[in-house]
């Protein structure tokens, strides 16, 4: 049926106009019963809404603005679902844009300023992105994942410190005293905190830094191969090797099967997220897993909030407990340290 209105839906339910609108909006409040009458009706009659309409009515698009990393990352994959999910639940749908570079976010923020987004949730290519601060000083802005220091607004982190803390912590814990960081260098929070939470856990175990133990690349496959390689060819005694990121593990782990060395009894490994491949791996990767998909919905639920003002004024920092999954490539470490 075509042309179906709001009125006709009602007089189907035996309810009044507005009670229906109530209902279609989502409406908490109203009778659970009549409820149930309008939906029944709405979809007998192959009602949609309109949603144009609609929006002059509230000013508002139903679009919401989504600045992901250009990553193959699972970790990425997975939040996106959770932010798409919590979009849909609420009645919003999602246009997103991927970029690692400053240049490409502030291009689709500006693609985004044109659709009238009602809000933005963006993880954050640098410590600082002009275009977003311009938008934000608009509609509400939520970062996901990581966060601009140079801007205080609201967001959904890891506690990136403690997931390192916990895994020096296992490896001390297993008899480790030289254990390696390979870690990312592009300058955002999640690395220089993960940074920080290594540093930490030795300073607690009474262990010394060691620049030559710390191996700093970009923060992809290839990146974790070269700082692996370079661990390893530089001679400094090492038993247990921890990775700030996935992708670096992934390198990581083809360099030491290119050098034919068995984890975890001739080198501990340690990971950041609990994907598919490192379940299956021989042996199995101890991870420290990051709640992706639980990031996601509460980075969306936060700045649907924000949206209808219910955020309140002062940005909210909500951050997310890692949790460590021991699997079996760490194990007390060798007599004779590579």
Known sequence: MTGVTLTDVAQRAGVSTPTASRVLRGVATVDQQLKEKVL??????????????RSLRERRTGIIGFLNVGSTAKFHTVLAQGIYDAGLENGYAVVTGMSDTTDRQQSYAQIFAGFQVDGIIVVPTSQSDPAIDRIAKHIPVVEVDRSASSVSRHSVLLDNQHAMEMAVDHLVELGHRHIA??????QVNTELERVEGYLCALRKHGLPRREALMLGDDFSEAGGMR???KLL????????????????LAGAVQVLREREINVPEQLSLIGMDDTRWVRLMTPPVTVVEQPAYDMGKKAMELLLAAID???GQHPAEIRFA????????????PFDSL
């Open 40 to 53: 029944l009706a709405a979809s007998e009659l192959g009602y949609q809404p309109n949603r144009l309409a």
């Open 181 to 186: 960081l390979l870690y990312g260098v592009e």
């Open 227 to 229: 700082s692996t390689a």
């Open 233 to 248: 060819d530089s001679g400094v005694p090492v038993t247990a090797v921890l990775t700030t990121t996935n992708e670096m």
């Open 309 to 311: 003002e219910k955020a």
């Open 322 to 333: 890692p949790r460590l999954i021991v699997r079996s490539s760490t194990s007390p470490p």
